[in-house]
């Protein structure tokens, strides 16, 4: 300011001395593929960009890629760079375009955040087209289950889909999703549920004006399964007998030091039809899409000291990377946005003072969803913040460190556009008035610097209470587009494994206030018609809840079932363990009018399953559980993949598909790869 007022008064000589403000320099010095354009489309393509800054940096780097006849669009979002000898190096970007042939843009800008300066540079990289003739070709990717297959352009206004099947016969053929012709460009699909080492058959359908056209049939052999890493086997008990649900998708997350095992999709005899390993243990897929690409969040390097569970990434069938986020760049459009636990938890001295709130990584789930043809991604966080003395009725005499949650909802270039903080409503940081941060967790479940399941804790140390307070332990997201009353509310649903709880939250397709709006559980704002008079009505520690049927329900949960098997008297006066039981698959009709749930299924699984699970509604009238950590010897936890028929007139039914398998996190049983659930 005093330089400002200064320069009213200078003279011409010394303006650009004492009025010209000074900036540090943000400078790309190399931006370079690997093999040199042009190339075969679907050639894998690795960039590397080096750059100087003439400030301390970091320097960040995000790549955008505009295709051809596209606008561009954010594949990389900015991550930390590696210093060396004065000169950043940025993550290396690998690239793998399998959608159109043509000439595309690449940019890369290159950030300093703290200093404010940037820079950009943008090349240009051609792809020549697989198929060339009149006839489609086949070709192998990096993953040796999943083919690139290419036919010749077709007219505009058809759609193009490609069948494939096994040589030898067997199961029904599978086909890809219709895509819009884009003349002259080909068409290019990738194919992915196919068994190894297996001979395939595999053709294009043409539908034009109403009539369907099948293409010439070529032939393609997977590879064999890696041996650089192990898969998980399994064990049928109960054979499957769904002729339309043939496949099984499986989050194989281990914890605990067991076997890394690839992400799998599996017949109903376990067999291995696609894999992806990404980070192995430090990957956990949160769901499959409808156009071929999968949400994951995954471990890797970013801004602050934590890398676990980092990095948010959409990946095709290959595990190609076709959008990636990272809790760095999400912290600093968090914190523009107003939200006070949005930057890193390296921003405070140690120990923390009271009122410090920070994002320790992506946790649980990641979800997709459309509002009026605008494509959004929503995905929860860890967060911590520091309370004063006593909070939750510690004794330590310390400060406390209380684990919550936060939602962030991002646009289809994956930039913030609204948030949720379990910890600030209105700026306030006690929670809100059916959520209060003094509801401690049912079972009080604390989280240690190492504890398994609580992720990165960073605010924990001298000075502050031993163990943090894993307050709410949030473990899913929902996007409700139209609740029970029929309107378009576009509201959240909210999963709170350790407040036993079903959240809704007043999101109102990005104009609602982040408002509690109810609260469904032992404690909750709902009674429970009880129709068939349990025992103990209520879910409790569940995952996967949502809402079937587009929204119309019932809501589908696995009921863990922590609380009700816990010793009898535990907690509060609404909550008291049995200390018996198994975890069971519920799904509940919702009444919002009168405030009351009513039970469709609650059926006995047959096993415990003390964390992790899901639950799902078949089109055919079943449905799908998964116990997802079921204690089965001293080295070993389970899981249990479970279809159940329901019995008319009852809550329960019968499974008629029951397969072991290794500790999962969540799974799904579909007809195919391009055919997940929407719920």
Known sequence: MKIRTACRYCSSVLLALLCAPVYAGVSISSFTPSLASPQVLGTSITWTVTATDSASGPVTFQFNVTPPGGSLTMIKDFNVGTLSAGTWTAQPFLWVPTSVEGTYSIEVVAKDFNSK???????????????????PVVAATANPLVALFSAPSCASGSKMRVSFRKASGGPPPVTTDWANCAPPATMNFEIAGMYPSTAYNMFAQTITNGRTTNGPSVSFTTGALPTSFKFPTFKVGTPGTDKTNRMLLVDSTQLGGQPNYPKVAVDLTGK???????????????????????????????????????????????????????????????????????GPCTQFSSPAPVGSGCIDGF????????IGGNQFTGALLDTERIFPVGTQGDTSGLPVDVKGNMV??????????????????????????????????????????NTQGCGSVQLLGTGIAPQAKDWLHMNTLYYWRTDTSGGASGDLILSSRNQDAAIKIDYNNGGGKGDVLWVMGPCGTFTFNNIYSDPWPWFSGQHDVGIENGGAGPMTTFDDGNTRTSRPGLSTSCIQGTGSGNSRGMALTIDEATMQVTPVLSADLGVFAGAEGSAQLLANGDYFFLPGVVFFNLQTDVSYLIEV???????????????????SYRAWQMTSLYAPPIT
């Open 363 to 370: 946790t649980h789930d990641a979800i997709s969803f459309s």
């Open 272 to 342: 291995v039809m696609w894999y992806y390993w990404g980070n192995g243990n430090n990957t956990l897929f949160t769901r499959p899409l409808l156009n071929g690409t999968f949400l994951s969040i995954e471990s890797g390097t970013t801004w602050g000291t934590a890398t676990n569970s980092q990095l948010l990434r959409q990946l095709d069938f290959e595990g190609n990377i076709v959008k990636e986020t990272n809790t760095g760049v999400l912290g600093q459009e968090l914190l523009a946005l107003g939200a006070v636990d949005g």
């Open 408 to 449: 962030v909802i991002m646009d289809s270039n994956w930039q913030a556009v609204w948030y949720w903080d379990s910890f600030d409503p209105a700026g306030g940081g006690i929670g809100y008035p059916l959520l209060p941060v003094t509801n401690k967790a049912v079972l009080n479940e604390t989280c240690g610097k």
């Open 645 to 663: 028929q329901p019995t008319a007139g009852t809550d329960t039914g019968t499974q008629i598909l029951n397969i072991r398998g290794p500790e």
């Open 117 to 135: 300066s940037s820079t950009s540079q943008s090349a240009s990289y051609t792809f020549s087209p697989l198929a060339t003739g009149s006839t």
